[in-house]
């Protein structure tokens, strides 16, 4: 995970706040990705940017708001945080054609 | 990549044995597959990857081999180690370029027995 940062690395919220979760990559790949990690259900895709501006509807979308000013930064948004988003987040940047790599994660608690 | 419910399976080894860690896909027209490797409390780590036109590729101390007529993944890991216990999970991609997107197996649990 060298080269991707995410913070906070845990947060305590409650339900109906705004959460912002924060990506950073050192590096200038252009693809970033987030990600929810869940038991009983894997990695699913969030939201992911193809360039600075640049961003699409992944998977499980739905209560998630991203942004891409800087080809650096990718922010997740939880614009109203209910339980079920209770998880741990992590941010992926891509190398090449398909290989991906991990920042250390964000737990959220939704309370 | 494998169902597996509220649970991962298990998988222990002796420390220096070979681990056998399995996954099936799906997709048919997965042509790019990779290895991740979890820790507790860290991010997913890439450990070896394989492209549809190769049936085996090896790294250090592991080799990822690929069945696909079976739609079958496996790594192998070489004398295991107490540090190669982790979560292993498998990803396929159906498109390599600009839409490659992996999809994820659930994962399965390394435990290595000193």
């Known amino acids: 995970d060298a080269g991707i940062t995410q913070s906070p690395r845990y947060k305590i919220t409650e339900t109906g706040r705004q959460v912002t979760l924060m990506c950073h990559q050192t590096?200038?790949?252009?693809?970033m990705f987030w990600y929810r990690q869940d038991l009983g259900h894997g990695l699913r895709l969030i939201y992911y940017?193809?360039?600075?501006?640049?961003?699409d509807k992944g998977e499980v979308p739905d209560g998630y708001v991203v942004s891409r000013s800087k080809t650096e930064n990718f922010p997740l948004t939880l614009e109203s945080a209910t339980r079920s988003q209770t998880s741990v987040y992590f941010c992926?940047?891509?190398?090449?054609?398909?290989?991906?790599?991990f920042g250390p994660g964000t737990r959220l608690l939704v309370l | 990549g494998e169902s597996v419910g509220l649970h991962l399976p298990t998988l222990s080894v002796q420390e220096g044995d070979n681990s056998i860690i399995n996954c099936a896909y799906s997709?048919?027209?997965?042509?790019?597959f990779i290895w991740y490797k979890q820790e507790s409390g860290k991010g997913p780590q890439f450990i070896i990857d394989?492209?549809?036109?190769?049936d085996k590729r090896q790294g250090q101390r592991v080799t990822v081999l690929l069945n696909k007529t079976v739609k079958h993944l496996s790594l192998q890991i070489a004398a295991t180690q107490p540090g190669d216990s982790a979560v292993y999970f498998c990803?396929?991609?159906?498109?390599?370029?600009?839409?490659?997107?992996?999809?994820f197996g659930k994962g399965i649990t390394l435990s290595v027995r000193p």
């Open positions: 990803a396929e991609s159906e498109k390599t370029g600009a839409n490659s997107k992996l999809t």
């Open positions: 940017s193809a360039a600075a501006d640049i961003t």
């Open positions: 992926a940047t891509r190398v090449g054609a398909e290989t991906q790599y």
């Open positions: 590096w200038s790949h252009s693809y």
């Open positions: 997709n048919s027209a997965s042509d790019y």
């Open positions: 394989i492209r549809s036109n190769m």
